[in-house]
């Protein structure tokens, strides 16, 4: 998870240094104060779905199942929507694209589904001490 948190800042940075090019592909160069508020909305939500990635990473790095699964739903919905944007609409998969974040969804999913993982995720933990006494 924290090698996919890393992949989201690599991507925002590709995002940013190809910014021009996308507005003026999109004709939108005109208004860029516009622009620029479109930018920052953009690479906020980039910003939290990063934070979201790395607080998913120490929940799972603490042995909770519920991030676990979450974890594993979500590899399995991007793998399919892959899957299908490739045979459907003939997408290419290279590293520039989808590479790197499909094989990162494919080694968390084998990383999570095993049997060792399920059982550290499932271990009982010792309650912590009533501060109290």
């Given at each position: 998870?924290?090698?996919?948190?890393?992949?989201?800042?690599?991507?925002s940075i590709g995002f940013v240094r190809t910014w021009p090019q996308t507005l003026e592909n999109l004709n939108l160069?005109?208004?860029l104060e516009v622009a620029q508020i479109v930018l920052w909305i953009?690479?906020?939500f980039g910003a939290a779905w990063?934070?979201?990635l790395l607080l998913l990473a120490r929940w799972l790095w603490r042995g909770s199942n519920v991030a676990r699964l979450l974890?594993?739903?979500w590899s399995t919905v991007s793998i399919s929507i892959a899957?299908?944007?490739?045979?459907?609409s003939g997408a290419e998969i290279t590293v520039r694209t989808t590479l790197l974040?499909?094989?990162l969804d494919i080694l968390v999913m084998l990383a999570l589904s095993s049997q060792?993982?399920?059982a550290w995720a499932r271990r009982p933990r010792p309650r912590p001490r009533d501060q109290r006494s």
């Open positions: 998870m924290l090698l996919r948190a890393v992949a989201a800042v690599i991507w160069e005109e208004d953009l690479l906020g990063t934070l979201f974890v594993m739903l899957a299908v944007d490739y045979f459907v974040t499909l094989a060792g993982a399920r």
